[in-house]
């Protein structure tokens, strides 16, 4: 174990006032700390109720003690966590009479970064931690949870076996040369090269579609104003959260909404109508739904079906962004509604006829699978690290199959198992793992 000198402390309880808040310790003066505050040291594993004092004595608190020795607890340390009322001055009162006995506060994800230091998660179960915790959806919740629980790890590493398989196939091949093998004509060796690029496309396939469970997605709605895009909005959340009038130009502002599509969480973005000659008011609001496509996943450019001269015309949007035409009022038009055959999606923002089409073209846009329980959450240097790896294993494939060399596949195997290895931790820097700890909370 790699234990630190320091013990630190910090609320493990969101900032404010609730029924119960938790201060938690952690390192190697924990039990003396723990016999300061209490009076004596609790039972492993065993909520036992009392005082809560500080360094002089005096009763600050009352409520709970979980003691946890070294090395069975989360960070592999000695742990210790007071839950006592959730009012934060007593919480900071805690969290003082603790320092003030030796412990230091905590920086941000310092508990998780000792888990993964003490060989108690990998890098990628900590990352999971605040995935769960910031989960927009039920399905992004259960998807975090499988990967705290090491599916992804899980599958990482068996795609990393596969590859120290074939590294030791090719080098005993080269280290014997008598035996005069034929790359080319090896069937062993050929059957597991195969077996090796169908798991990296299953798993790259798979991270694709936990980042974008993770990461949620981005959609601007834009067109030209009274084409029903408020309506629009408010069809899909479900809530009248925008103004919707006969007047064009209603909208002035942005607005954003956040929707569940199969267990995607989709941030919806309504804009202002975009039209030449506006009111100095609306033309502040076209300045920024502009500003918003530039950060866009996808656009819906929303057409009035009951309207010729409603279509995208001149309007200049992002080329790498994909956009979903949308014929909306299709309740004046009679036009059958879902999918047309120009790609186009017909339907009627004010009765709902169509929407469920929508919702698909959206998962569809998105490159969303809802993968049920097989689900995991990933981040996107998961999927850069991945996409390394994998461009080594080509490259080295590529080597074997043109020019017979060997050599040239062991060592491009040798830079894929490392790249592999970073998304587990198993290779990391400094550097990568500040940043990586640094976007938690204090007290995870």
Not at 37 to 59: H, I, K, M, W
Not at 361 to 373: D, H, K, Q, T, V
Not at 410 to 439: C, P, V, W, Y
Request: proline share 3%; hydrophobic share 40%.
């Amino acid at each position: 174990m790699t234990m630190d000198a320091d013990t630190i402390a910090a609320a493990a309880t969101p900032p404010g006032t609730g029924g119960i808040g938790i201060v938690r310790i952690s390192g190697e003066e924990t039990e003396r700390i723990a016999r300061s505050v209490l009076g004596s040291l609790p039972e492993p594993r065993t909520a036992t109720y009392g005082s809560f004092s500080d360094g002089n004595g005096r009763t600050i608190d009352a409520g709970l003690a979980l003691y946890f020795p070294a090395p069975v607890s989360f960070t592999g340390e000695s742990v210790l966590e007071l839950h006592g009322h959730g009012g934060p001055t007593v919480i900071a009162l805690l969290v003082d009479a603790v320092v003030g006995l030796g412990a230091r506060h905590a920086q941000p994800g310092e508990f998780s970064l000792r888990a993964f230091q003490n060989d108690k998660l990998d890098l990628v179960q900590a990352e999971a931690i605040a995935d769960l915790i910031g989960s927009g959806t039920a399905q992004a919740a259960r998807a975090a949870l499988r990967s705290l629980s090491g599916a992804f790890s899980t599958a990482v590493e068996a795609l990393a076996e596969q590859m120290v398989r074939l590294r030791m196939h090719v080098e005993a091949a080269i280290d014997f040369p008598e035996e005069e093998i034929d790359f080319l004509s090896d069937d062993k060796l050929l059957s597991r090269l195969a077996e090796c690029s169908a798991a990296f496309e299953v798993l790259m396939d798979e991270t694709r579609q936990g980042r974008v469970l993770r990461d949620g997605y981005q959609i601007v709605i834009v067109g030209k104003p009274n084409a029903g895009k408020s309506s629009l909005l408010n069809r899909l959340s479900g809530e009248d959260t925008a103004i919707v009038t006969e007047i064009a130009g209603t909208t002035r502002d942005i607005l954003r909404e956040q929707i569940d599509v199969d267990g995607l969480s989709v941030e919806l973005v309504d804009t202002a109508g975009l039209r030449d000659d506006p009111s100095r008011v609306e033309e502040e609001g076209i300045k920024r739904a502009r500003k918003a496509l530039e950060n866009a996943d996808a656009v819906l450019w929303i057409q009035d079906a009951s309207d010729s001269g409603s279509a995208r015309s001149d309007e200049k949007l992002p080329d790498d962004v994909p956009v979903k035409i949308v014929r909306n009022k299709i309740d004046l038009t009679n036009e059958p509604a879902g999918a047309s055959p120009d790609g186009a999606i017909n339907l009627s923002a004010k009765t709902g006829s169509g929407i469920e089409s929508l919702r698909e073209a959206i998962r569809e846009m998105a490159g969303y699978e809802n993968l049920g329980e097989g689900a995991f959450t990933a981040r996107r240097r998961h999927l850069d690290a991945l996409t390394r790896a994998k461009v080594h294993f080509q490259k080295g494939r590529k080597a074997l199959e043109e020019s017979k060399a060997g050599e040239l596949l062991a060592e491009e195997l040798r830079l894929g198992h490392q790249a592999l290895g970073e998304i587990t931790g198993a290779i990391s820097s400094d550097d990568l793992l500040g940043k990586i700890f640094s976007e938690f909370c204090i007290g995870k």
